[in-house]
T-cell receptor
Framework: AQTVTQSQPEMSVQEAETVTLSCTYD???????LFWYKQPPSRQMILVIR????KQQNATENRFSVNFQKAAKSFSLKISDSQLGDTAMYFCAFSSMDSNYQLIWGAGTKLIIKP | GAVVSQHPSRVICKSGTSVKIECRSL??????MFWYRQFPKKSLMLMAT?????????EQGVEKDKFLINHASLTLSTLTVTSAHPEDSSFYIC??????????????FGPGTRLTVL
């Protein structure tokens, strides 16, 4: 069975700093998808970034980028020039055909951006 | 695009009553809708997966007679918490996967419903 582990329950950084959130996963599959979701205090789940396992190039979305290490089964999220609005819970998630594309969730990391 | 709504956003009810939560895909048709439960400061827990026109598939440990799911159309799924008790108090989130859009059933999430059972 697939599992997703986020080992950082909470992190805090100063505004404008760069922060990296860690995520590791376990699977025996070769083709799968990885996601980072953001859940701000409003509790609306928002997709931040997505990575297809067959793509070697790391996904980027503006200030958000990932470091995808397939062999190490690692999928970290880097937030550059952090902003107050980045304060939220961040969840790493895994999806594959083997799980009928259901999302397997990590426990989440609470990120606090300090002014 | 890809907006999912939930109604109500919050509900308070008395123990023993039933509560219905609606999940609608506003600008797309959804073959599959998912219902999650989220406890404070915790991750999402999948309760069930529903496909339009068929019975929902419940995760292990979720009582299907307690949490009734109906996916009557390609834009609407409902979750009814029957005979609610205080332990059912939680944040319930739905998500929807657009019909034939992607190879990995991308999910779009509703804003959630906070249920408080007194």
């Amino acid at each position: 069975a697939q599992t997703v582990t986020q080992s950082q329950p909470e992190m805090s950084v100063q505004e404008a700093e760069t922060v990296t959130l860690s995520c590791t996963y376990d699977t025996s599959e070769n083709n799968y998808y990885l996601f980072w979701y953001k859940q701000p205090p409003s509790r609306q789940m928002i997709l931040v970034i997505r990575q297809e396992a067959y793509k070697q190039q790391n996904a980027t979305e503006n200030r958000f980028s990932v470091n995808f290490q397939k062999a190490a089964k690692s999928f970290s999220l880097k937030i550059s020039d952090s902003q107050l609005g980045d304060t939220a819970m961040y969840f790493c998630a895994f999806s594959s055909m083997d799980s009928n594309y259901q999302l397997i969730w990590g426990a989440g990391t609470k990120l606090i951006i300090k002014p | 695009g890809a907006v999912v709504s939930q109604h109500p956003s919050r509900v308070i009810c008395k123990s023993g009553t039933s509560v219905k939560i609606e999940c609608r895909s506003l600008d797309f048709q959804a073959t599959t809708m998912f219902w999650y439960r989220q406890f404070p400061k915790k991750s999402l827990m999948l309760m069930a997966t529903s496909n339009e026109g068929s019975k929902a598939t419940y995760e292990q440990g979720v009582e299907k007679d307690k949490f009734l799911i109906n996916h009557a159309s390609l834009t609407l799924s409902t979750l009814t918490v029957t005979s609610a008790h205080p332990e059912d108090s939680s944040f319930y989130i739905c998500s929807a996967s657009p019909l034939g859009q992607s190879s990995y059933n991308e999910q779009f999430f509703g804003p959630g419903t906070r249920l408080t059972v007194l």
